[in-house]
């Protein structure tokens, strides 16, 4: 379960105030944290990780000669697109967005970094005008004053009846993952991703648009929990 | 009688002792559900599950072995095999609920009891009724029930969607399939077309000179311009949709002859299937649980039928609203329902009921599509709130992906109805 020990730590604050204008000279500073992975600019080549030039507005996991992790596929199929918002996301906590991304990066937290470092690849990308010019305010991970909210486990027996059309309950995966036995703030974080739209697929969007943060924490304490439970013989 | 009570066997002595009436307050309480498929399975797995043994579930059914509508163009297609449709009820058996193979014959709701075809009466303190669909057999001049070998309807599970196979398998080279459309409204809204879909593909492979002609009912039909365009990628030439604007309808049909007569010509099928407009199961119009439509109204909120309290409709035979008639819709549906009856006979916790539907249809290999939406119970029916689409021209790894989707969804569900 080495997936999950480091996610807690990376749940970014929300945003108090506007962020100030982004500096891609900090940003340039800033892909110290990346450049152990990925390249950028003339030349650049895959390594660990793909090359980012033309990273804006191109779809997940679009690139040939480099072999993606098969969310990042699934995740690039679905719809999901480099845009400020979900690169912002993918950096804030990779894992919230992609769930068994192979991008083993813990994250970055504080968000005005986060825009200096977009600001930063911007310039690598072919259409920045397609860009907007603000950076990013919006704080599309989970906001950590969520991460108390308590699950109450009869609710959300109830609400995962809904889920569990889709999502076999006893865990298997026949074309749907399994989202039983999960730690409760990855669950959390990633229906958080559907309800802002950051992840991409529609049947989930529907279905998270309208869990409220109480709905989605009893969700992941009856899930996380579901697991243990022993199989029926 | 005599070879029902031997093929009954012990469900049939099962069923006797049920005649006795619970007496509130001393027996559990007891909810008979009228119908195994995806609503009535549903809604007795879940009654039967969360009660935790204080609530009697009784379900009625007469197969043995559920056939799934759902994935059984797949089949058609020769993407599924038979036998991987086929569902039993041991899960449910195991689960606590106590089903009786019959055929539930009539309902008195004064007396609150199921009659059952073998002879005895079944009381009940909570009634679901859940039997699907039946065929308005007077909708096409020139076809009746006596006519569905011929002309296969294919539109409920089971035995008539190996016949519509095996007559598209045996068609002669450059025949005519002519499928006949129903009217709204009737079960799963995609289903004509993506039949269409896996006809094409049956037929592209041992048949490319055979021709599709679709006579419809409706001006327009659900995802058409993802099936049009979907039809005109993978079988050119292959496909033709009819409308009611071309074809003035259709007058009648001459079996013998095997051809299909419409106010401007008349269309000669090697192979037909007649898809007949429809109405509730039967037994819910003998139960005067339907209205002039031939289904169910419904209290949107907990199922409940809108005539009489102490009955549930769920699936295809209710009213929903907004809500197509899908297996989906009626699982999502038994749900909200079982919540609503647990808390009125052993009063448990209620919350808002929360319905959704997500229809997928294949169109060829690896090309799947779907269709989902939300839906709230209003005061006066069930509301859809939120709703998407796939679109044209979308990519191969996604719709791939949404094909791979359907798998997952079948298993999820089939898991959920039948344990
Ligand atoms: C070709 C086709 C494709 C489809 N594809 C999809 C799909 O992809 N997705 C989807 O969600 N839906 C799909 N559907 C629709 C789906 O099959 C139905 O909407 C769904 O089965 C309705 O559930 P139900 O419980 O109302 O009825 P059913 O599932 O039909 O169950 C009714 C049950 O009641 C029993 N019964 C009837 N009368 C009595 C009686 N008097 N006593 C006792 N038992 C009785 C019957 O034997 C039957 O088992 C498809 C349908 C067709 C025809």
Redesign the pocket.
Known sequence: MLRYGVLALSLALPAAAPAPAADPERGAALFSECSGCHMVGDGARHRVGPHLNGVFGRRAAGLDGYTYSKDMIRAGADGLEWTPETLDAYIANPRALVTRTRMSYRGMKDPAERADLLAFLRGYSASPRDIPEAPPTAEPTLPAALAGVAGDRDYGEYLASECVTCHQADGSDAGIPSIVGWPEEDFKAALHGYRAKLRANQAMQLIAATLGDEEIASLATFFATHAQQPAAP | MQTRRSFLGATAAGAAALAAPAAIGQARPRLVV????????TMARYVARDAGGAVDVVL????RT?Y??????LYLGGFRDYDSLGHGYGGLATGGVNVVH????GVDRDARTVRLASGPDIAYDALAV????DFRWDSLPGYGVEHQNAMPH????GSQ?QLLKAQLEAMRPGGVFVMIAPPNPY??PP?PY??VSMAAHLLTQINPTAKIIVLDTKKSFSKQALFSEGWAQHYPGMVDWLPPSITEGVQRIDVAAMTVETGFDSFKADVANVIPAQKA???AEAAGLTDDSGFCPIVPATMQSALDENVHV????AIAGDMP??????NSQAKAAAMAVRARLTGSRVFPPRYS?T???LIATDDGVKVGARYEATGEKIASVDSFISQTGEDAALRKQTYEE?LGWYAG?TADMFG
Request: net charge positive; with cysteine.
């Open positions: 009228i119908g195994g498929g995806a609503g009535g399975a009625i059914e007469p197969t559920y799934t509508c759902f994935f059984s163009n019959d055929t539930a014959a859940a039997p699907g669909i294919a539109w409920k599970g969607t079960r799963c289903g993506e039949r199961g039967r037994i769920l699936g295809d035979a008639k899908s297996g989906f819709s009626a539907n229809c997928w249809s359907s569900i």
